[in-house]
């Protein structure tokens, strides 16, 4: 398993554990404060990525594709790449990166912005050969030393991140022994029977109606039979 499929299942475990444990009165704790020495790393990889993202900027913005020496559909893919490129650094990451200033050590940010970090290096490794092949020599160098400071972000992060992850797996493990130490002290209930209470009633027998004789006609209470219809010749 790498080290990103890594995080993302114990950022899921970490909820999970957290959920189960915040819902035991006993164990309800607060949030763990970061250390000094890792906001201190975080600060000083952010100003790295920062001061990168800048030059890369600024030399994409002064990259003229329009005099390099190849077809219009490499510099078309090129000035679109370029264009996707400066609307990250100048809208996508500023914002990852406040998020990740805010909450130092969540794992999930520090994976999105590997994941962001990730993608650029790749669209940016494109621009570099293609400057390289078609451009100026000065663009290549100016870009290539951009794609080496991209790397050197994207691997200190990753580093970062394998080291958060294994924090909150150490984390998830003493969440979980909390947690059965906390409902094995919980008193197991107990059901009272009282046998005092007398039994109720039988229930009665729904009494049975007698069927009531049928009414004798008016010619049977004078004492004469009924007279019997004539037949018909």
Not at 30 to 39: D, E, Q, W
Request: glycine share 4%; aromatic share 4%; hydrophobic share 35%.
């Amino acid at each position: 398993m790498t080290f990103a499929m890594r995080a993302v299942v114990l950022c899921c475990g970490m909820v999970v554990a957290e959920t189960s444990v915040s819902q035991t009165p006993s164990n309800a704790q607060a949030a763990a404060p970061v250390s000094y020495s890792s906001i201190s790393e975080l600060n000083e990889l952010i100003a790295n990525l920062q001061q990168t993202s800048g030059t890369l900027q600024e030399d994409l913005s002064h990259m003229r594709v329009d005099r390099w020496k190849t077809d219009s559909g490499t510099k078309r893919q090129t000035e679109a790449d370029t264009e996707s490129i400066l609307r990250n650094l100048q809208n996508a990451l500023p914002g990852i990166l406040a998020d990740l200033k805010n909450s130092p050590e969540s794992l999930a940010l520090t994976f999105k912005l590997y994941r962001n970090l990730d993608a650029l290096y790749d669209v940016s490794s494109s621009i570099t050969e293609s400057a390289g092949a078609f451009g100026g020599k000065e663009e290549f160098q100016s870009l290539n030393k951009d794609l080496s400071g991209l790397e050197n972000s994207r691997r200190a992060f990753a580093d970062r991140m394998d080291k958060l992850a294994t924090a909150k797996e150490n984390e998830i493990g003493q969440l979980r022994a909390e947690l059965q130490n906390a409902r094995a002290a919980i008193p197991p209930k107990k059901v009272v029977v009282d046998d005092t209470e007398p039994a109720p009633p039988p229930a009665k027998k729904p009494a049975t109606r007698k069927k009531a004789a049928p009414k004798p006609s008016a010619s049977t209470q004078d004492g004469q039979a009924p007279a019997s219809k004539p037949q018909q010749p």
